[in-house]
């Protein structure tokens, strides 16, 4: 009954394979082999799995299982074919070759294989010639590099030469074997800047996407000296062994496109040991005094990156326990850190906003309650710990740790205020004579007031003591702290223009002042960023964003203060300009409820009238005119963990508020908009990608693709306008998503190769049957333009065909 039942299948399978359904036919074959011993049936099954494997250019699969039919019969020709086939695609060519000898013996007169040999014979030797040139240039390249009479213009150019070769599997291959490991060691020792920098950026090509060679680089350089190469006073070698660092962790956590296979396979087995090593010593990084602030950043950048989960519905999070339990004191003495006091280590504006994003990213991929309520207990132990009234400089570090952490995990920086003494430490700081207790009191009253319920409790208790310290203190540093705080409080009623704080025109004139040190030049970074944060609360106001934005010098200050070094402020640039855009979720009013509220005397939000749209259009406008496309490109390129996923979504929202009108688009593109927004659109929150892919669906649809996206970019536009046509998006997203490709498809057979491989084409067929006529038209004009040629007709046709959605009236041609 079993043999029966496999013959069946198999029968089965090879129907599909006729119907070019490979994952159908090859799900048969698969069950088929779970039912028969039969050797004969066993070797064809796996035959034609290999066959399948190479229609679905599954290379590896296809030669793992023609290797299993040539066990089963050595003479087995077409599984002896199907293995080179796929060894030539894995670039295996001499096994390849070898494979075709044995079929060219087996049938002497078949012209494919004598064809094939020839072929083969011919790559193999370019292959040959290719190597050996390679292996004298790489020579050719060390001699110059180590060579200290060599010219500056050789020696620059033996260097670029020799990092474009690491990026090559071949070069990156050739370099290893030629001892080039020991050589760029050598160039380590140098101790020259621009030859160190050339040796890492090799090594970091070599390392890249091959687990085998990282594993070997690693051991013969030591996570030690990476780390003591990543701590110096230097702002472009910490970032460049930051990368060295990360193409390994890449290459050993499994994110790796090569196959790996017999002896290879066994030798990188196991990476955790290694893994673990590299964490260890990144760690260490964050208290070591010897450590520079760039070193600090980029430790603290690499642990955001690559400890928490990429997907939380992995159940795994063993790394971030590991973390928690063993550095997290560690990352807490960093956020914990004071710059004015002498115990302070070496930080530079980003570090201690790093280290929040860190722990909030620890405390978002603990799985259950046992393990948060862990994590709280280290911070508490931590900052209790801290207290002492014999010290005052532990007390003020004590505090700074829970401003940290609420910059963090908010929930829990609240459960932290709630701890015996936090909140009168805070007060009693406020009230010392000296400024840097002051400072560190006024911010965490800052952190500590972000929901209505404490902030209304500070107000109540803490205005006074704010405004005290804004008359009396002649630091600025403090004025414009206490000023941000005010802000804050005043702003607690959000957009509700019923439900204010403080007293008519209070806002504005914190507003005012905000702006003014913002326009100062003379003051520093830090504390101009401060009067931003303070705009970023305050224009939850109307009558604050509408001034803003009007105050042409104020608005292009944050602008140029947000393409700077300093990307703490990117946050609280991103989020004025959202509530200068009204790009915020506004919840819908619905006129019954309205009616129940005011009936039972319970609060109704009110709109203020400046946000109304005409208003917003506006404000839009001049935003564009200020220059607002080229900041925005600049905050995106950020390659810093501060760039959150929450912070690229309110720059999507933003410049989606700025592509509403199909006149602004042209400027949005001419600036570097549409490059932008393709990140955007590929990484961050869910509702981040949709709108940034909504914006781009907007530009796409009347721009032209090669001005907009230019070069290779325009083929990373297609799947976020594939993914706008999912039903769950709305109408308007649907019908742009159309016209974007409706205008991609329009330029190339590439693009439109490369729709129909991102599968929109029964997305696109099912909206040319929608009710709504625009839907409809968009869909087929769609469907006209992917037709274009011969060949992309038929690919449609079978397409639509398994689609088995519904039958055409009309050919495709017909319908074009």
């Given at each position: 009954m079993a043999e029966a039942e496999a013959a069946q299948l198999k029968e089965e399978g090879n129907r599909h394979f006729q119907l070019q359904d490979y994952k159908a036919a090859a799900k048969s074959y698969s069950q088929a082999l779970k039912l028969t011993k039969d050797k004969a049936l066993l070797a064809t099954l796996y035959r034609n799995l290999a066959a399948c494997g190479l229609k679905t250019e599954s290379y590896a699969q296809a030669a793992s299982d023609a290797s299993r039919a040539i066990d089963i019969n050595s003479s087995d020709i077409k599984a002896l074919y199907r293995r080179s086939q796929a060894l030539e695609h894995l670039g295996e060519l001499a096994q390849a070759f070898k494979d075709v000898q044995c079929c060219a013996t087996l049938e002497p007169q078949n012209p494919n294989f004598q064809e094939t040999l020839r072929r083969l014979n011919a790559s193999i030797q370019e292959k040959l010639r290719v190597q050996y040139s390679t292996d004298s240039r790489v020579q050719n390249m060390f001699e110059i590099l180590l060579d200290r009479n060599s010219e500056a213009d050789k020696l620059e150019k033996a260097a670029r030469n020799l990092i474009v070769l690491s990026r090559e599997e071949a070069g990156a291959e050739r370099i290893f074997q030629n001892n080039g490991v020991a050589l760029l060691l050598q160039l380590l020792d140098t101790k020259r800047p621009e030859?160190?920098?050339?040796?890492?950026?090799?090594?970091?090509?070599?390392?890249?996407?091959?687990?085998?060679?990282?594993?070997?680089?690693?051991?013969?350089?030591?996570?030690?000296?990476?780390?003591?190469?990543?701590?110096?006073?230097?702002?472009?070698?910490?970032?460049?062994?930051?990368?060295?660092?990360?193409?390994?962790?890449?290459?050993?956590?499994?994110?790796?496109?090569?196959?790996?296979?017999?002896?290879?396979?066994?030798?990188?087995?196991?990476?955790?040991?290694?893994?673990?090593?590299?964490?260890n010593h990144l760690l260490d990084m964050l208290v070591s005094k010897k450590v520079s602030g760039q070193g600090r950043d980029q430790a603290l950048n690499l642990l955001s990156k690559n400890v928490p989960r990429k997907d939380l519905a992995i159940h795994d999070n063993s790394h971030t326990i590991y973390v928690v339990d063993n550095g997290l004191r560690k990352i807490l003495k960093v956020v914990g850190q004071v710059p004015d006091l002498p115990s302070c280590l070496p930080l530079t504006d980003n570090t201690r906003m790093l280290a929040s994003i860190l722990i909030n990213k620890l405390y978002d991929d603990l799985r259950c309650d046992p393990e948060r309520d862990n994590f709280r207990k280290i911070c508490e132990e931590y900052i209790t710990g801290k207290f002492d009234p014999q010290d005052m400089d532990k007390n003020v570090i004590a505090i700074q740790t829970v401003s940290g952490i609420l910059q963090g995990p908010f929930d829990l920086g609240n459960q932290l205020l709630g701890l015996k003494g936090v909140m009168e430490m805070m007060v009693a700081l406020c009230s010392s004579e000296r400024e840097t207790d002051q400072l560190v009191a006024v911010e965490a009253l800052i952190h500590a007031s972000t929901k209505l319920s404490r902030a209304t409790f500070i107000i109540t208790n803490g205005v006074s003591l704010l405004k005290n310290i804004y008359k009396t203190t002649q630091n600025e540093k403090i004025k414009i702290r206490t000023l941000v705080g005010l802000c804050k409080l005043g702003s607690a009623g959000g957009t509700d223009y019923g439900l204010r704080q403080f007293a008519e025109g209070s806002t504005e004139k914190l507003a005012k002042h905000c702006r003014k040190w913002l326009c100062n030049t003379s003051t520093d970074t830090q504390t101009r960023r401060w009067a931003v944060e303070g705009l970023a609360y305050l224009t939850l106001d109307a009558d604050v964003k509408d001034d803003f934005v009007q105050d042409i010098p104020a608005l292009q200050a944050m602008l140029e203060l947000a393409k700077t070094p300093d990307k703490t402020i990117l946050y609280s640039v991103a989020t004025t300009l959202v509530n200068c855009t009204n790009s915020y979720d506004v919840k819908e009013v619905i006129p019954e409820l309205v009616q129940l509220a005011k009936f039972s005397k319970q609060h109704v939000p009110e709109e203020h009238p400046k946000d109304k749209k005409d208003f917003v259009d506006k404000r839009v406008n001049r935003l564009l005119k200020a220059g607002i496309i080229s900041a925005l490109a600049c905050m995106v390129k950020a390659d810093n963990a501060i760039l959150t996923d929450q912070t690229k979504e309110l720059l999507a929202r933003v410049f989606l508020a700025l592509c509403d009108n199909p006149k602004d688009r042209g400027t949005i593109v001419a600036q570097g908009g549409g490059k932008a927004l393709i990140p955007l659109a590929l990484e961050g929150t869910d509702v981040g990608k949709v709108k940034a892919a909504h914006a781009l669906a907007k530009i796409a649809a009347v721009s032209n693709p090669d001005i907009a996206f230019p070069g290779e970019r325009v083929y990373e536009v297609v799947r976020p306008l594939v993914r706008l046509l999912d039903t769950q998006r709305d109408g308007l997203q649907n019908y742009e998503a159309l016209l974007g490709l409706t205008n991609l498809s329009a330029r190339s057979d590439k693009l439109r190769q490369k729709i129909f491989k991102e599968k929109a084409l029964p997305d696109i067929e099912n909206y040319m049957f929608e009710n709504h006529d625009q839907l409809r038209q968009a869909a087929t004009e769609c469907m006209c333009n992917m037709v274009v040629s011969k060949e992309e007709e038929n690919l449609i046709h079978e397409s639509l065909l398994k689609s088995k959605e519904v039958k055409l009236p009309q050919s495709i041609r017909e319908l074009a």
């Open positions: 030859l160190m920098l050339a040796a890492i950026r090799t090594l970091s090509g070599m390392c890249s996407g091959h687990r085998a060679r990282a594993t070997a680089i690693l051991h013969a350089v030591r996570i030690d000296r990476i780390c003591s190469l990543m701590a110096v006073e230097n702002e472009e070698l910490p970032l460049t062994v930051c990368n060295l660092l990360q193409a390994i962790i890449d290459s050993l956590s499994g994110e790796d496109k090569r196959e790996h296979r017999g002896t290879e396979e066994a030798l990188v087995l196991d990476t955790k040991k290694d893994r673990k090593q590299i964490t």
